[in-house]
């Protein structure tokens, strides 16, 4: 019975942790498309579109910058649905409340996965602002202990009794 508690301290850690970090990507990455909203292409009567237009302009960073923060944006939303979730998981820690807290982590960790691979490909383009560093930092991050906390919760199953 020790070590169910133990997982059950360790999900609840990695909970609360996932929890703040999402919690931080959707502020820096709220701040990301304030800045592109204010700051980007003004289209107006006589005016032409530029030659490279793109819909998904970020005056900073570079040209994965956009899809970066959209797709952070979204991973950020669902992964703090999915702490929610989860903390129902954690207080409840029945066999019948660990699907939906399973599969809700899961989807945000997919979302988290493919902000990631775009995080990288922005790393690899290096044009980029302290802020898009640190949200990518903690995309990377969120990525293992996602993936720590959806095995935390699988793995206490197996001591549950039916």
């Not at 579109?49 to 819909?55: Q, R, V």
Request: glycine residues 8%; contains cysteine; hydrophobic residues 55%.
């Amino acid at each position: 019975m020790a070590s169910q508690q133990t997982i059950k301290h360790v999900a609840s850690l990695l909970l609360v942790l996932n929890f703040c970090m999402y919690v931080i990507v959707l502020g820096i990455g709220g701040w990301a498309m304030n800045r592109a909203i204010d700051h980007g292409f003004i289209i107006g009567p006589g005016f032409d579109l530029p030659a490279h237009f793109s819909p998904i302009y970020f005056p900073m960073g570079n040209a994965a910058t956009g899809f970066f923060v959209m797709f952070a944006l979204i991973a950020g939303v669902v992964g703090v649905a999915s702490a929610i979730v989860g903390l129902n998981h954690i207080r409840t820690w029945t066999g019948d409340s660990l699907p939906s807290a399973a599969s809700a982590a899961a989807v945000s960790w997919t979302l988290t996965l493919l902000a990631t691979g775009f995080a990288c490909k922005e790393i690899e383009l290096s044009i980029r602002n302290a802020r898009l560093r640190t949200m990518e930092a903690f995309l990377i991050i969120l990525s293992a202990t996602q993936l720590l906390y959806i095995a935390a919760i699988h793995g206490a199953s197996s001591f549950r009794r039916p």
